[in-house]
């Protein structure tokens, strides 16, 4: 997947747009205020912005105008992870900083959000809109009894309502945390109860593929297995009344209060996100109001290169870490595009129908999403204005070399092509986008600011140019503070510093180049172990699902009871494909010439559909445990899943084999 067998890269900055960026405004700022080097470009600052992280991340707050209510009494004061403590003394608010834009009159009627449903028609929520709304539902909230510390949920899609009762509730000091209305009951409750929320946010039922899905029944199951909730507040987005008990969305968002900001700790929670929890409850991971708030200017100011005028859209759900990132492109004074409906509804090209609609000018999306449109014969230039796009980024796995090509050659051979990784668990990215730096086929541009990130074997020692396990040697502010209802703090050990004391080790593969660009091979707790050789599963994934025949694909290795080693290939076909011997003889020569004669599986099995965690990641762990024998209640949290009849099927090859 390295760009070795073609050094030139895809895309090159030219010097204006290098001069233009704001990293390279930062830079130039940084060597005159804080000792930054003034010569060298990004690899010089990436250097100093962990050699030097005190200064790096003092100098973000300053550069931003961070507004500390009261002043810290250093940047770090234990750096030790876990538990490092950023900005002691200091406190603030994430909603204030989110809702500035507002105070400038020249800017408070341009639009803060513009909402999309599958009608395509934008429609905006100017800044003085929203912040007004904010204020009103913030003072509800308090007259509702909501403190500091207590915790709000949202049931809700990705819709404006989200975002300011979001920012409401980070305005009073609560915390925040939601589910996407796709999810089941019994998945929301699995995350929801383990932090008992006082207020639930929900819908009547959402659209999706062009049609309503009713979700009353699934709030009235929430309302009555939640006993900690003080008040529901019903968004009638299909029109229904608010059911009895509940307040309506109206009747919480009509004052004119100026919001009032509660000034926090910079450690104090703002949210809490949770893993997929596919083998047993969601971790709840609790973030801070002062870490996202720092690590998402530093991402979304100079990674990103987002400001006043540009217009941020990234299709994700409510469910997934990337709706939060989404939303703190507000930090920056960015419009930012909210899409509530299925990607690919009416046609595949959906999205960037919405790119044009909006104007965006970062498009962010799933590198399967870019993959389906290869597929689909999808033409973005040809058949949308898409002139104001400079960006497009792409997460939720590693986007294969033939995703960067086709995004080169069918929307801009000048395309900034911003492939990034980073997780739920940081609520950002180690890797990724670097405006002033080339795009190379196959690779993230490079480690971000202030993340020591390394690839570490198994020793501990680094490595250039090989494997290695995705490691992070020094703090991030947005690392979580803790997960919920781990009072000794031993399942946050135990789920990234237990392999490295003292080390973040995230549990993907990646092989970092000796230009210091970076490669991600896919999960190291799923990896393949051939003959001593250790692979990714997305080096096998990016081969095979070229051919027009896979949809998609699933690789497992299994360690066998007599010390054997078995490595099946499950494949999703095409609509009329068929796995005749053809297909399976040219899946093997394609995984035997472009990868090795060790990635060829042993059998290759047509399953009608590859199971997914919620946020659409492929489940390959709890695959790999149902075909080692372990039962499917044992093997999987079923409300983690997407369709657990898929699961189902693994389950009985695992008892056909035994």
Not at 253 to 280: I, K, M, N, R
Not at 423 to 429: A, E
Not at 447 to 454: P, S, Y
Request: aromatic share 8%; glycine share 10%.
């Amino acid at each position: 997947m390295t760009s070795a067998a073609n050094p030139a890269p895809l895309w090159q900055p030219d010097s204006d747009r290098i001069a233009a960026a704001r990293v390279t405004r930062f830079q130039a700022w940084a060597a005159e205020r804080h000792g930054a080097p003034a010569d060298g470009g990004y690899a010089a600052l990436h250097r100093w912005s962990v050699a030097e992280l005190e200064t790096f991340w003092g100098a973000v707050a300053e550069w931003f105008d961070i507004r500390f209510a009261t002043p810290f009494t250093r940047v770090l004061g234990d750096r030790s992870m876990p538990g490092a403590q950023w900005f002691p003394g200091a406190s603030l608010n994430y909603a204030e900083h989110a809702l500035r834009t507002a105070d400038d009159p020249a800017r408070a009627h341009e639009p803060a959000l513009l909402h999309v449903d599958e009608t395509h028609e934008p429609a905006p929520v100017s800044w003085s809109e929203l912040r007004r709304q904010v204020g009103a539902l913030a003072a509800e909230l308090r007259a509702l009894g909501v403190r500091p510390g207590d915790r709000v949920s949202g049931y809700l899609p990705n819709i404006p309502e989200a975002v300011t009762a979001l920012l409401a509730t980070a305005a009073v000091g609560a915390v925040w945390t939601s589910c996407a209305p796709d999810f089941g009951a019994r998945s929301v409750l699995d995350r929801f109860q383990q932090v008992e929320p006082v207020v639930l946010f929900t819908v009547d039922g959402y659209r999706y593929g062009g049609k309503e899905h009713d979700r009353t029944r699934t709030v009235a199951e929430l309302r009555g297995e939640l006993p900690s909730l003080r008040a529901v507040v019903h968004i009638p987005l299909l029109g229904t009344p608010a059911p009895e008990g509940a307040l309506d969305w109206s009747a919480v968002t009509t004052g004119d209060a100026e919001p009032v900001y509660e000034h926090v700790p910079f450690d104090h929670p703002l949210w809490v996100l949770y893993s997929s929890g596919t083998t047993g409850l969601p971790k709840a991971i609790v973030q801070s109001q002062g870490g996202i708030l720092l690590e998402h200017y530093k991402q979304l100011g100079l990674h990103c290169d987002l400001g006043p005028g540009d217009r941020f859209f990234w299709y994700t759900s409510t469910g997934w870490m990337m709706w939060n990132f989404l939303v703190s492109g507000l930090l920056t004074g960015t419009t930012v595009v909210l899409y509530d409906g299925s990607p690919g509804h009416p046609t595949t090209g959906a999205q960037w129908k919405i790119a044009e609609a909006t104007g965006a000018t970062l498009f962010g999306t799933s590198a399967a999403y870019v993959m389906a449109c290869a597929k689909a014969d999808v033409h973005p230039a040809r058949d949308y204005d898409l002139s104001r796009i400079g960006c497009v980024a792409t997460t939720g796995s590693p986007l294969p070399p033939d995703g960067f090509r086709w995004l080169h050659d069918e929307v801009a051979d000048d395309l900034w092509i911003a492939s990034v990784s980073g997780g739920t668990d940081v609520c950002s990215c180690f890797a990724g986008a670097v405006p002033t730096l080339p795009v190379h086929i196959g690779e993230l541009q490079a480690a971000c600011l202030g993340t020591d990130l390394q690839a570490w074997d198994p020793d501990g020692k680094p490595l250039v140019g090989e494997v290695g396990e995705l490691v992070v040697t020094n703090p991030m502010p947005s690392m979580p503070i803790r997960f919920w209802n781990d009072p000794d703090g031993s399942r946050y050990h135990d789920s990234y510093f237990d392999v490295y004391p003292g080390v973040w080790r995230h549990g993907d593969w990646i092989t970092i180049t000796p230009t210091g660009s970076v490669v991600i091979h896919g999960r190291s707790d799923s990896t393949l172990n051939r003959q001593g050789v250790r692979m990714g599963s997305a080096d096998i994934y990016e081969a095979v699902e070229r051919l027009p025949e896979i949809r998609e694909s699933l690789v497992i290795g299994v360690e066998q009871p007599d010390g054997g080693y078995w490595m099946p290939l499950f494949v999703h076909l095409a609509e009329g494909a068929e796995l005749d011997d053809g297909l399976r003889d040219r899946i093997r020569r394609t995984i035997r010439e472009q990868l090795s004669p060790r990635h060829v599986p042993d059998e290759i099995i047509e399953v009608p559909g590859v199971p997914h965690t919620l946020t659409g990641k492929r489940i390959e762990v709890p695959v790999k445990r149902l075909l080692q024998g372990t039962p499917l209640a044992k093997a999987v949290n079923p409300g983690s899943v997407d369709n657990l009849e898929l699961l189902r099927l693994y389950e009985d090859i695992a008892r056909s084999r035994a």
